[in-house]
């Protein structure tokens, strides 16, 4: 839980107390000692290095969440939320090869958790590496998708705003909104497909 609020701060700009929060949820897991608290506390701060650009330490904390998770149980949901990760972090070092087959592994994994939010994170996902690579109209798409299979827009992730922003900047409004409206339909069952992959 004081991962997840330290996410929310730093959304909401309280950029200080994300970090105090997240520092406190460290000390809590080290009291604790089970592993996938352990990795959620490095989740946490991969992400935060991301938002910062510090891609290496993002990498190195992702890294040490893995290892977290080898030692013990977690649900699936949050190895495809690590593993899109990984891939966001590969894509912002233009390494699009590396993060296309980390969203792979990710949408993967989502879709057989059956859990429809976290498949949409992976669409989103998706939608970045489709931007990085010169489509807009089908990063559009993917982010159309994603709010299809989720049933709703997920305004905790920063990067579908980022990505939505751009997208537009490249289509402007009238291309944007009707490669999104393609999307739209996808569901969960439809995710690997939407997202180019075969089965």
């Known amino acids: 839980m004081e991962v997840k609020l330290a996410g929310q701060l730093w959304i909401a700009g309280a950029a200080d107390e994300s970090r105090r929060t997240l520092k406190q949820a460290q000390e809590s897991a080290q009291d604790v000692s089970l592993p996938e608290v352990t990795a959620s506390v490095e989740f946490g701060f991969a992400t935060l290095a991301r938002a910062d650009g510090d891609l290496a330490e993002a990498r ?47 949408i993967r994994t989502a879709v057989g958790s059956n859990d429809a939010p976290v498949v949409a994170l ?32 997920d305004l905790s992730l920063p990067d579908a705003g980022r ?16 490669a999104y409206a393609e999307g739209l339909p996808a569901t969960a069952a439809t995710a690997i497909a939407t997202a180019g992959l075969s089965d």
């Open 60 to 106: 190195s904390r992702l890294t040490a969440a893995v290892a977290a998770l080898g030692k013990g149980a977690a649900a699936p949901q949050f190895h495809a939320m690590i593993c899109t990760t990984r891939g966001l972090v590969e894509g912002q070092a233009g390494d699009l090869v590396r993060a296309g087959e980390l969203h792979a592994q990710a």
């Open 122 to 153: 992976t669409l989103v996902g998706f939608a970045d590496l489709a931007l990085r690579q010169g489509d807009p109209a089908r990063a559009a798409r993917l982010l159309g998708a994603s709010v299809g299979v989720r049933g709703s827009a």
């Open 163 to 178: 990505l939505e922003r751009e997208a537009r900047a490249a289509l402007g409004d009238p291309g944007f909104e009707a």
